[in-house]
C-alpha cells in the first residue's frame, strides 16, 4: 500500500478532504461485465452515514455516491470506475480554534510536522470521512465478489465498547443491525447505550473492538511471503483511522496458548479437508485455508472531545483545549462497515492475484 | 507489499527454501556511499541463529552472509545489493513423513491448495529460516540509518511466554541480551526457562509477545492514507512467520480507554513539542511523531511438535501425526530479532519517501 | 505504470470515458507547499482543447479544470489532488454506427474482445479524450517543477507532418505558438496548412511526428536498470493513443552511426561537464547527464476517417466502415501539449525519486 | 518498472555487477507446476554468450545458470527462483584507465554524478554483462509460455547494421541462426561480416536495429491505459543497454502514412476476424489484436573503442581517452537474445495481469 492507493489487482485510490467539495475513490482493475449501478452502492454507504443516531456525529451527510465512470449499461467496462461523494454539510465555523492548535491525540500535530500546513477544516483529509470512500470501494468489491465467490459472505459487528465486552454465548448474527451499534449481543448492547450516554454527556469517547468475518472464502489466496493475506489485512484495517490494533483468529491469545491447543486438527469431510477449530482465523502461512477469515481491530476513542486537555498552539503556547463540534463519542461503531469494505476489498484483490498467477488450481487432496 | 518484495523506495526481495542450497534477499534502492560490509551484518544475523540454547532449534546453520552485489571499496553503490546465505544443515530425513501428511497448524495444507504441491523438505519457502533474509535486509537497513538518522535506535524484547508476562516494574534494557529470551525482566527470564524447558520436554510448544521499539525516529515519517507508518509496520509484522496480531502503542488495550484518559497531552520541551504520554506509539494519523514508535506482536506456538495431533494426508486419508525433527519450542524467541529487522527497514523506506516527497522539511511550531 | 495509474512517487491515476459525464485525474504524492490553483492549470489544457482550428476536432469542450481536493489556501497540503474536467459536448448520436462494427486501427476491437463489452460512445475510454486528464496532471507537475528545479523548461513542437518534415535551420521557437500546429519552421507550416486541409476534405487523416525537449534538467535523474530516465520516457509517451514509436536523442539514426560519431565528447565547461553534442538525447545509462533531454514520438494518423475501409460488425458480417463525427485530421497536433505533460511528469517523478534515494547530492568533478 | 524490478505479476528482479563475483535474477510470480530446469535456461544464454565469434566480445564467459531456489522435483512451486550465474573472468586490469576518466557516450559520467562513486571494473552494474540475468529470466518465461499459451513463438533478428538494412525480400527465418549477426539475409550478412570487420580493426564500432516478434499470441493483452502492452514493450527495450528507440508495428514511419493506408482492414477468417495488414504491430489500443507483436529498437553503437576521444577526468582535467580492453563492435548482435528476453517477460506478465481480472474471458464475434 502507497500513499492514497491500496491493492494490487483490485486497486482502490481514495482522495478528498472533509470540508472540501467532495470526496471520492477510483477503483481500478474491476472485472469487466460485472452488474454495477449506484443503487448497488449507496446501503453500504447508509451504514456508516453519520447523524444516524445519538451515539455518532450529528453531521448531516447524505453521503450520495455517483459513479462517474466505468460502467456501461449497468455493467463495469474494465476501466476505472470514479466514485464521487459531495460534501453538503461543512460547518468550517466549528473547526476555528482547531486550526491554531493540536487535538493531543489528533493527527493535527503530524500532519502539520510533516506538511508544513494543513486542511484544519474538519481535519482535512486525516478525518475520518475519507472512510466513506472506501465502503463506496468496498461496495464496488462486494458486487465482483457475488459474481466471482457466489457463497461469500462479510459480516462485521462491534465485540466490545470500553471495557464491556459482548457475550460470545449470546451472539446472535441476527441483531446486529437491530441496534445502533452492530452489536451481536442484544444484552451487551443495551448495557452499552446506557455507557456511551452518560459517557458522551460527560464530553468523553471511548475505544472498541471491531470484528469482521468473511465466510465463504476460497482456500488458496494469498502470496507468502510479503503478500500474505493476513499481511495485507492487517496493513487494511490499521489504515483505518484510529485503528491501534489488528488481530486474526486467536489473535493476542495466540500467545498464550500451547501448540497443543493452538493446532486446528484436521479431518476429512464431505467437501474435502474440515479443521475442528479456527486459531488460525482461516489464514495459514499467509494463505486462507477455507475456514472463516476472522480479523479484529482496536479502535481508540475519538481524540476531540469536550473535556479539556493540555496542549500547545501552532505558535509553541501551552493551553488547555477542548473541541467543540459534532463528534462520535464512539468511533468504533461507525468503523464496523469501514472493516467490511476494506475486508472486501482485500479478498477481491487476492481473489485476483491468485487467478492471475495460479489460474484459480486448486491442489487435490485424496 | 506484493509476492516477496516488500517497501516501496528501499525494497527488499527474500527467495529461497529452507533445505535449498541457498536464501537471501536483494536489497534495492539503497541509499549510495554508505559504509557497508559483511561486519556489519553478521552480528544480526548471529543474534537469530539457531541451535544457540536448548530453547531454540537444533539445526546447526553458520548463517554466514555474502554480500554478491551493490558494493565497491568498501560502500554502497546505489545498486542492488544481493546477500546470499547458504543452507549447510538441511537433514532432511527429518522431514520424511511431512510430505505425505500436513501438520495442523503450519502452512503445510494451503501451499497444497494454493500450489498444487509444495517443497516439504523443512517447510520449504514457508520456514521459518526465510526470516534469516530479513535479518540481512535488516543489517543494511541499520548501517543506512546510522549514516542518515544518527540517533535512531532499535530495541526489541519479548515482554511475553505464554501467560507468563514481564513486570514492566522491572524492566532494565542492559538485562535484555543477558538471558536466552531477550527478556528485560530476569526475574521473568528465570520462570520462563523452567516453564519452556517443561514444556519442551512434554513435545509441546508456546506462543509469545514480542515488543519492538524505535527511539530517536524523526517526526514526518508516513504516507497517509495507505502507505501510513503504522499500517506498513503491521503489515511488516504480520508477514512474520507465526505472528497473528500487532499492535501499535496501547494497542488493543485502547479499546478500553476513554478519550480524556487516551489523549497524549502536549506541553512545549526545549526542543520542540514534548508528549506527557505515548498511547499511540509514537504515531498518530499514520504518521510518527517523534516519540517512541512502539510494535508489539503476539507470535503463535511452533505448530512441529511432539504431541500427536489429527489430521489427514495428501491423499485425504486420516491421521494422527507427530512432528519429529528439530524444532523451536518457542519459536517468539527467535522472531525479536526478526521483528527488530523489519521495523528498520520500515522505517528507513520512509525515511527515503518522506524526503522523495517533502525534502524532508518540517513545519514549524513556536 | 499499471493499469489508469502511472508513476513512482509523483503518481497519477486518470479516469473517464469520452462521453461520460466527466473526465479526470488523481494526482498522489505531490509535494507540500506548492503555490497551486485552477488558474496555473487551465491554460496547459487550453493548448491542448478541441475546436481550436479547422484543424483539430470540432468537438467543442470547455475543458475547464477544477480542483476538488489536495489544496488549502492556493497551496498543495501533500495530500491527493482530484482534477475533475466535465464533459459537455458528448453528441453520441454520431456514434451509433461504431457500436455495432469495429473502425480498423482503432481500439474498438480489442476492447470488445479483452472485455466482452466495451463503451463506444466517441470511443469510451480509448478516446484522446483521456489526454485531457494528462495534460491537467502535467500542469500540477509544471507547478511543482517550477518550485524544485526553477530553471527547468519544457517545450514540444511538430517536426514532421506525413512525410513532410521541418527544416532544423529555420528551427524558431518562437515560432512554435503562432500557428495551429505548434510548428517551429514557418514556412513547413505553411505547407502543412495546404497539406492536412486537402486531406481533411479528401476525408483522409496523417500521422506526425512531435518533439518534446526538456532543458535545465538536472544531472542524475533516472533509476537503472528497469527505471531507467529513458524506459519509464519511453512507457509514457507510447501509453498515449496513437503513438507507435518513442525516440531519445539520435533515436532510430543511433543505428547507423559509429562509435566515433556517437560519442558525446565532454570538455570542461565553466559550471562542471559540457558535452560537445547530444546524440545521447541528454540520458546515458538511464541517468539524466544535464543536457537537453530530447524525446521524439510518432503518431498514426486517426483511424476515424470518411473514407470507407472494410471492416466487420460485431455480429461477424463483413462490412464497409466510414467514421462520419467529428474527428482530427492529424492527431499528433493536440498531442503535443500532452507529450510535454508526460515529460513533466516523468521527470518530477524521477527528481522525488532520486531526492529520496540519494537526497540530491551530486558526485564531484574536479 | 521500478529500480531493478519489472513486471507486475512476473517480477523479474536483476543484481550484480560485471565483475562482481556474480550476477543473477529472482523470478518472482511465476505460475507453480511448470516443468523447469537449468537445461532449460542454458541454450537461451548461450545464444547471448560473449565470446562465440570475433564480431563479439573476446571476454570469455561459461555464463552457467543455476537454479538456486522456488523448484522442487523439476517444477516451479510459485516461490522466488533465484537464477544464479557467476563471473568467471573478471579481468580487472582492463580497466584501470576508466577508473579515472569518463568514456564519453557511456554511462561512467552519470552514475559518478548520481551515486557520487562507481564500480568502474567492467562498468560496474551498467554493463551490458547484466544482460544475461534478463535472459535467465526470459527462459522462465518461455518455460511458462509454453505451458500457458503453447501456440506462442518469439524470433529475433538483426534488420539493419549501420547504415546497412536487410532486404525483407530475402527474408528466411532459417537463416537467422546460421550466421553470427542474426541475420534473415544471408547475403545482408555477407556484407555485415566484411563491414564490421573492417570498423573492428579500425578501432571503431557500429550501431543495429533490432527486431523481435511474438507469434501466437493472443488477444486481450494490455491494460489501458498506462500498462498498455506497447507501453510496457517500449519501456522494457528502452531499458536494455544502449538502446535509443522502440518502434511498434510501423513504428517511426506511421508518421508518413495517411489514415486510408494505415487502417488494417478486417474481415471474417476461418476463426474470427483477419486483418489484411499489421501496421499496428499486433496492438491497437494498448491490447493486442492476436496478430504477430512486431517491436524494434535501435542500439546505439558500443561506446568503448580503440579511437581516442576528447573526454575529462574525475579530476576534471582534460584528456583524450582509448577504450582497451574486449568489447563488442556492434553490441546490437548480442541484444537479439535479450531483446527476445524483455519480448517473453512483458507477454507473460500481461498474460498472468489478464488472467488475474478478465479471467480469460474473451468477447465474442459473430
Known amino acids: 500500500m502507497s500513499y492514497n492507493t491500496f491493492g494490487q489487482m483490485f486497486r482502490v485510490t481514495t482522495w478528498g478532504e472533509s470540508h472540501g467539495p467532495a470526496i471520492g475513490a477510483v477503483v481500478d482493475g474491476c472485472p469487466p461485465g460485472v452488474a454495477l449501478s449506484e443503487a448497488d452502492l449507496q446501503p453500504w454507504l447508509d451504514r456508516r452515514r453519520p447523524g444516524t443516531s ?3 456525529t450529528q453531521r448531516q451527510e447524505a453521503d450520495t455516491v455517483r459513479i462517474l465512470s466505468g460502467t456501461y449499461q449497468g455493467r463495469t467496462t474494465g476501466t476505472p470506475i470514479q466514485l464521487l461523494i459531495e460534501n453538503t454539510d461543512q460547518r468550517s465555523k466549528d473547526y476555528g480554534e482547531i486550526a491554531a492548535s493540536f487535538r493531543p491525540g489528533h493527527a493535527d500535530i503530524t500532519y502539520h510536522l510533516k506538511y508544513g500546513a494543513r486542511d484544519p477544516r ?7 470521512r475519507e472512510t466513506a470512500a472506501r465502503v463506496a470501494a468496498g461496495g464496488v468489491a462486494r458486487a465482483v465478489l457475488a459474481a466471482l465467490v457466489p457463497g461469500l459472505k462479510i459480516t462485521g459487528y462491534m465485540v466490545q465498547m470500553g471495557p464491556h465486552g459482548i457475550d460470545r454465548a449470546r451472539f ?12 451481536p449481543d442484544t444484552e451487551a448492547a443495551t448495557r452499552w447505550a446506557l455507557y456511551l450516554d452518560q459517557l458522551r454527556r460527560d464530553g468523553n469517547s471511548v475505544g ?6 468473511a465466510s465463504g472464502v476460497p482456500p488458496g489466496l494469498g502470496a507468502p511471503v510479503y503478500g500474505k493475506l493476513d499481511a495485507d489485512l492487517a496493513a487494511a484495517m490499521m489504515s483505518i483511522n484510529a485503528v491501534k490494533a489488528v488481530e486474526i483468529g486467536a489473535g493476542m491469545a495466540a500467545a498464550s496458548l500451547t501448540g497443543v491447543d493452538n493446532a486446528d486438527e484436521i479431518r476429512m469431510g464431505p467437501d474435502g479437508p474440515q479443521f475442528l477449530s479456527n486459531h488460525a482465523g482461516g489464514i495459514l502461512g499467509g494463505i486462507s485455508t477455507g475456514q472463516d477469515v476472522v480479523v479484529r481491530f482496536a479502535v481508540k476513542p475519538t ?9 500547545i498552539t501552532t505558535t509553541g503556547d501551552e493551553v488547555e483545549l477542548i473541541t467543540k463540534g459534532r463528534h462520535d463519542p464512539c468511533v468504533g461503531i461507525r468503523a464496523v462497515p469501514v472493516g467490511e469494505a476494506m475486508l472486501a476489498c482485500v479478498i477481491l484483490d487476492h481473489v485476483l492475484r491468485d487467478r492471475g498467477q495460479t489460474g484459480g488450481l486448486r491442489g487435490l487432496i485424496g
Open 54 to 56: 445519538k451515539f455518532t
Open 122 to 128: 474538519g481535519g482535512g483529509r486525516s478525518s475520518a
Open 172 to 183: 446472535d448474527a441476527d441483531q446486529i443491525a437491530q441496534n445502533p451499534f452492530w452489536c
Open 303 to 311: 481524540s476531540s472531545i469536550l473535556t479539556p486537555r493540555r496542549t
Open 208 to 213: 472498541a473492538v471491531v470484528e469482521v468475518v
